[in-house]
């Protein structure tokens, strides 16, 4: 069993340790030397701040990664909280603050589940890695690929929100810049220039009208607005030469960056020659931050999608496990962009996601996590660890999947 004073007080101790993306140096930190006091084999921390615990199994065989970030969104807003937002408050059952849904809880019941492994651990085969990732919330899974450059998975379990059920795939991220350009003039000569603005209101609707695909469990892709701006602003009595937008686009397994542009693409010539002079484009984002090591990291804002099948052996070995420990573990899906998209959507490794609390609690004013919800994931990892690293133990060496990096997007 999972001693709930230790879970509750290494969970609070985290929330009370912000951590913004690229400003996680105390957290990584302390959660290090929370690892540490658990009696993990190793633990270290990469060039790009990731942490990184490992315990040895007496046996060979696989390698299992369960994986959560350490870094959380800004607390927003003050005035909406009615908690100070990182108390770490303990009352009603729950614990409350920035991350602790999103997802430092869910960390901590990894690492004390994990740690229940250890007095079992010469009957491991294989290994257990646990890792805390930095600067997940800004880039799903560059980081996280870092770990997996050097320690590659056979199998990975993220952590994020479940509900405690077992996820089993998630819609991708793509964030689309689209530009029209034109050409400036006074307001009041409207006809010398080219109206960059009245050039995208000219395809916004026929935009919004293309086909999206749908998948059977992931559902219909979206394409979404989120943000609209003309230069030069302000612009008083300037014709605008640039209206720039952005939109964000959901995806589906199997689209690529040109399945995604592809459409714009044609659409965009198609109205260029309708309204010659103005230009019209449209690309994948890219970017680039600094960790708090220092180290820069990079990337094309194309996150993609992925799903296991039902029936595949280490999803019912995982079911099999977390319903051992009394819970349902149903199968479903996430609504939001994981990590995962880096080890299923790039790398094609085997990767399932449980974990405690709701989706629905993340980045809001007055977050919380239910303390029982906490200790019952950490139970389910222990349970998940024996179970999965058995499984993998057990399969031949050269069928096991360890694929380096591919795809879209690597920085």
Same mark, same amino acid.
């Given at each position: 069993?999972?001693?709930?004073?230790?879970? /509750?007080?290494?969970?609070?101790?985290?929330?009370?340790?912000?951590?913004?993306?690229?400003?996680?140096?105390?957290?990584?930190?302390?959660?290090?030397?929370?690892?540490?006091?658990?009696? +993990?084999?190793?633990?270290?921390?990469?060039?790009?701040?990731?942490?990184?615990?490992?315990?040895?199994?007496?046996?060979?065989?696989?390698?299992?990664?369960?994986?959560?970030?350490?870094?959380?969104?800004?607390?927003?807003?003050?005035?909406?909280?009615?908690?100070?937002?990182?108390?770490?408050?303990?009352?009603?059952?729950?614990?409350?603050?920035?991350?602790?849904?999103?997802?430092?809880?869910?960390?901590?019941?990894?690492?004390?589940?994990?740690?229940?492994?250890?007095?079992?651990?010469?009957?491991?085969?294989?290994?257990?890695?646990?890792?805390?990732?930095?600067?997940?919330?800004? +880039?799903?899974?560059?980081?996280?690929?870092?770990?997996?450059?050097?320690?590659?998975?056979?199998?990975?379990?993220?952590?994020?929100?479940?509900?405690?059920?077992?996820?089993?795939?998630?819609?991708?991220?793509?964030?689309?810049?689209?530009?029209?350009?034109?050409?400036?003039?006074?307001?009041?000569?409207?006809?010398?220039?080219?109206?960059?603005?009245?050039?995208?209101?000219?395809? +916004?609707?026929?935009?919004?009208?293309?086909?999206?695909?749908?998948?059977? /469990?992931?559902?219909?892709?979206?394409?979404?607005?989120?943000?609209?701006?003309?230069?030069?602003?302000?612009?008083?009595?300037?014709?605008?030469?640039?209206?720039?937008?952005?939109?964000?686009?959901?995806?589906?397994?199997?689209?690529?960056?040109?399945?995604?542009?592809?459409?714009?693409?044609?659409? +965009?010539?198609?109205?260029?020659?309708?309204?010659?002079?103005?230009?019209?484009?449209?690309?994948?984002?890219?970017?680039?931050?600094?960790?708090?090591?220092?180290?820069?990291?990079?990337?094309?804002?194309?996150?993609?999608?992925?799903?296991?099948?039902?029936?595949?052996?280490?999803?019912?070995?995982?079911?099999?496990?977390?319903?051992?420990?009394?819970?349902?573990?149903?199968?479903?899906?996430?609504?939001?962009?994981?990590?995962?998209?880096?080890?299923?959507?790039?790398?094609?490794?085997?990767?399932?996601?449980?974990?405690?609390?709701?989706?629905?609690?993340?980045? /809001?004013?007055?977050?919380?996590?239910?303390?029982?919800?906490?200790?019952?994931?950490?139970?389910?990892?222990?349970?998940?660890?024996?179970?999965?690293?058995?499984?993998?133990?057990?399969?031949?060496?050269?069928?096991?999947?360890?694929?380096?990096? /591919?795809?879209?997007?690597?920085?």
């Amino acid at each position: 069993m999972v001693d709930q004073e230790a879970l /509750v007080r290494d969970a609070v101790a985290l929330v009370r340790t912000p951590s913004l993306s690229g400003q996680e140096r105390a957290a990584a930190r302390l959660f290090g030397s929370q690892l540490e006091a658990l009696g +993990f084999d190793e633990v270290r921390t990469d060039a790009s701040g990731n942490v990184i615990g490992i315990i040895r199994g007496g046996r060979p065989g696989g390698r299992i990664m369960f994986e959560g970030h350490i870094d959380t969104v800004p607390e927003g807003d003050v005035s909406l909280w009615t908690r100070e937002p990182y108390g770490g408050e303990v009352s009603g059952g729950r614990i409350w603050g920035r991350g602790t849904s999103d997802m430092k809880g869910a960390l901590v019941a990894m690492a004390h589940g994990l740690a229940n492994v250890i007095p079992h651990k010469t009957g491991l085969s294989g290994e257990l890695v646990l890792t805390a990732v930095v600067c997940e919330e800004i +880039f799903e899974g560059i980081a996280f690929g870092q770990v997996m450059d050097a320690l590659p998975p056979d199998l990975v379990v993220v952590g994020e929100a479940t509900g405690l059920e077992l996820a089993i795939g998630q819609k991708g991220r793509a964030e689309v810049r689209i530009e029209v350009h034109g050409k400036s003039a006074h307001s009041a000569c409207p006809g010398m220039g080219l109206n960059a603005v009245r050039g995208f209101a000219s395809v +916004f609707d026929r935009i919004e009208s293309l086909p999206l695909p749908e998948d059977p /469990v992931l559902g219909r892709a979206v394409f979404e607005p989120v943000d609209i701006i003309s230069a030069p602003w302000p612009g008083a009595s300037v014709i605008p030469a640039l209206c720039r937008s952005t939109w964000d686009r959901r995806l589906l397994p199997g689209e690529s960056v040109e399945s995604v542009l592809g459409p714009l693409q044609t659409l +965009f010539a198609e109205e260029s020659r309708k309204q010659p002079g103005l230009e019209f484009s449209a690309e994948i984002v890219s970017d680039g931050t600094m960790t708090w090591t220092g180290t820069e990291i990079s990337a094309s804002r194309f996150f993609p999608a992925w799903c296991a099948q039902n029936e595949s052996l280490y999803v019912r070995e995982a079911q099999a496990a977390l319903q051992s420990t009394g819970l349902a573990a149903g199968l479903r899906t996430w609504g939001f962009c994981t990590d995962g998209s880096e080890s299923a959507g790039r790398r094609s490794i085997p990767t399932l996601g449980f974990g405690p609390s709701r989706e629905d609690l993340a980045h /809001v004013a007055d977050e919380y996590i239910e303390i029982q919800e906490m200790q019952a994931a950490a139970e389910g990892y222990t349970a998940l660890a024996l179970r999965l690293t058995d499984f993998i133990g057990r399969m031949p060496e050269n069928v096991r999947c360890r694929p380096g990096p /591919v795809g879209e997007g690597r920085a």
